[in-house]
């Protein structure tokens, strides 16, 4: 696509490769090229890097830290943070909460949340899912009860019970944000609010979940009369689907792993070869998962165009989570086919990972649901 480029595109491709070339520190692209697990340090600094270059969070408004680039220079952004080895950063505080807190929380919670998400002093986990409430997420139990105060200090709590899991890098994080129950009388959809829970309170507890990989990146937390203000909850109370549906649709954006996928695709033709593989079956395989990539990224290009036009990611993102998530396990598959039992140590592992893209975020028969309802109309 370099050549649909403007010139000014193509400048601004350069001053990014360069970035990423000179500033990316090489102990931290050795290890996503070899597919070696990062520890929170590796993205910290890279964070950090980001941030003091005024890149670390392209879809924030200008006035809250972000910049002014067109969807063109974002996709840009991202495709050369892939062909540059640069790790991915956590989006849950970036690019989760953060969008939550600009658009329905107040100026007190921005002012205090925004700038250390942004700095990445703080970190942040996706407190969603749950034992008993995956795909069905409404139907969560997590309960939060509003106490009122018991002195003079005049501060009403919510007192939180429940446990979520598959909650990715919650090891590391100094906050969660929780979808609870406020309202067990009301309909499942509107009984539900987002609420912000400082991980370092009295009664919450991490307990790891290793994957098929050997990774140890998902745990489970549980929440035990976890004491959080009032003041902590972004919104109406009872309105927490309405931005949980919200935060889904930039989640779901942004798993389509366009960038990260052409990467992998050049990695697997370089492998192909150096192992002196031509295998036509094989080969036209391939060429028909690049022929969906090059589809998915226009369809991901209108995305941000409307973004950019002003509009919130829609059900469309569902299109991109869905085939997004379908050509990286494609990709991994084809990889572990083409070397079989001589395939490098990084390939299986990467493989197994994989196979829970199709899952979070909302499942891609989910997401199928929500084009039939809200695309087709069906």
Sequence with gaps: MDLAFSTQER??????????????????????????????????????????????????????????WTPVQRHIFYEEFAYGWAPRLLPF????????????????QRARYLPKIHSGEEFWCQGYSEPGAGSDLASLSTRAVLRQAQDDSGRDVYVVNGTKTWITAAQWADWIFVLARTDPAAK????ISFILVDMRSPGVT??????IDGGKEINE????????????????????????????????TGTAGIAGCRQQLETLHELLERESIDDQRLNEKIAQVEIELEALAFTELRTLAAESAGKRPGPESSILKIKGTE??????????????PYAERHLA??????????????????????????????
């Design 188 to 191: 499942k959809q509107e009984g």
């Design 206 to 211: 991490v307990r790891p979940i290793e994957t």
């Design 93 to 108: 505080g970036l690019n989760m909460v953060a969008p939550v807190i600009i658009e329905f929380g107040n100026d007190a």
């Design 11 to 68: 400048a601004f491709r350069d001053e990014v490769r360069e970035f990423i070339a000179t500033q990316l520190p090489e102990d931290i692209r050795r290890k996503v090229q070899a597919g070696d697990h990062l520890v929170k340090d590796d993205y910290f600094r890279w964070h950090r890097i980001l941030h003091e270059r005024g890149w670390v969070a392209p879809g924030w408004p200008v006035e809250l830290g972000g910049t002014d």
């Design 327 to 340: 050509i990286q396990q494609a990709i991994s598959e084809l990889a572990l086919d083409a070397l079989g």
């Design 349 to 378: 592992p990467k493989y197994f990972n994989y196979r829970k893209t199709s899952i979070y975020a909302g499942s891609n028969e989910i997401q199928k649901n929500i084009i039939a309802k809200r695309i087709l109309k069906v």
């Design 221 to 252: 937390v549980y929440l035990e009369n976890v004491e959080v203000p009032v003041e902590n909850r972004v919104g109406d109370e009872g309105a927490g689907w309405t931005y949980a549906k919200f935060l889904l649709e930039h989640e779901r």
